[in-house]
């Protein structure tokens, strides 16, 4: 299939042609939850790289850490947000998702 690491979402119904516009695409270059945004920098070395160039963050002869704290204090100008919520058991669950657009 092509995809590594990743989530794919499937609706085993039909989406009904009414509900047509109600389907999104995010392109985005991270997505995350914010406890969990310094474990995603610190452990992808990659995806640091890609923040810090689009945040305009100089990595030369820097720590990573320090770096890595640039990327958390700046990276809120670029985010935005979504919810998602499920019904699971006759329970509401709410998922809140930061991501930042790929400008590419």
């Known amino acids: 299939m092509g995809i590594?690491?990743?989530v794919c979402?499937?609706?085993a119904d039909d989406v009904p042609n009414?509900?047509?516009?109600r389907i999104f695409l995010i392109d985005h270059a991270w997505t995350f939850r914010p406890d969990q945004a310094r474990a995603h920098l610190q452990s992808m070395p990659s995806l640091l790289s890609r923040m810090a160039a689009l945040m305009n963050i100089d990595v030369n002869d820097r720590r990573r850490d320090d770096v890595i704290e640039d990327v958390?204090?700046?990276m809120w100008r670029c985010v935005s947000g979504?919810?998602?919520l499920h019904m699971?058991?006759?329970?509401l669950r709410v998922l809140i998702l930061f991501f930042i657009i790929d400008p590419v």
């Open 4 to 6: 590594k690491n990743g």
């Open 9 to 11: 979402v499937v609706n």
């Open 18 to 21: 009414a509900y047509c516009c």
């Open 72 to 74: 958390l204090s700046l």
């Open 82 to 84: 979504l919810c998602i």
């Open 88 to 91: 699971m058991f006759l329970l």
